[in-house]
């Protein structure tokens, strides 16, 4: 006997999938939007009242964020390096203040016996 279903790939309840029989399709409107490694991306949205098309698009092949004009495409994002947490520690305080924090937290160590 040979294995296998007559109905692989199958679900119960399905039928034929041509247009007709799921019925019309939403009308659409196609954008165009262009990233700065001229990339073209045309996401299509559905039409509908009071729909408000994105100004910008993030490209699916780099990333890159996309606009409308294809002559003046939007910059790339500047890349920050990365940070550690005592860097941001150092923005918010100065050398003064975390010399005083740090004395409060030794004299409460202290004062617990935890430290000498």
């Not at 659409?28 to 001229?38: F, G, H, K, L």
């Not at 005592?86 to 016996?113: H, Q």
Request: proline share 9%; hydrophobic share 35%; charged share 25%.
């Amino acid at each position: 006997m040979a294995g296998g279903n007559a109905i692989r790939g199958s679900r119960v309840g399905a039928g034929p999938m041509g247009e007709a029989e799921r019925g019309e399709a939403a009308p659409r409107v196609v954008v165009a939007y262009y990233c700065a490694n001229d990339h073209v991306t045309t996401p299509s949205f559905a039409q509908e009242p009071g729909m408000v098309i994105p100004e910008f698009w993030d490209c699916p092949r780099c990333g890159f964020p996309a606009g409308q004009e294809q002559d003046n495409p939007p910059s790339a994002p500047k890349a920050e390096p990365y940070k550690t947490h005592l860097a941001y520690v150092k923005e918010r305080r100065s050398d003064k203040e975390g010399a005083v924090i740090l004395d409060e937290a030794l004299k409460s160590l202290r004062d617990r016996g935890l430290i000498k």
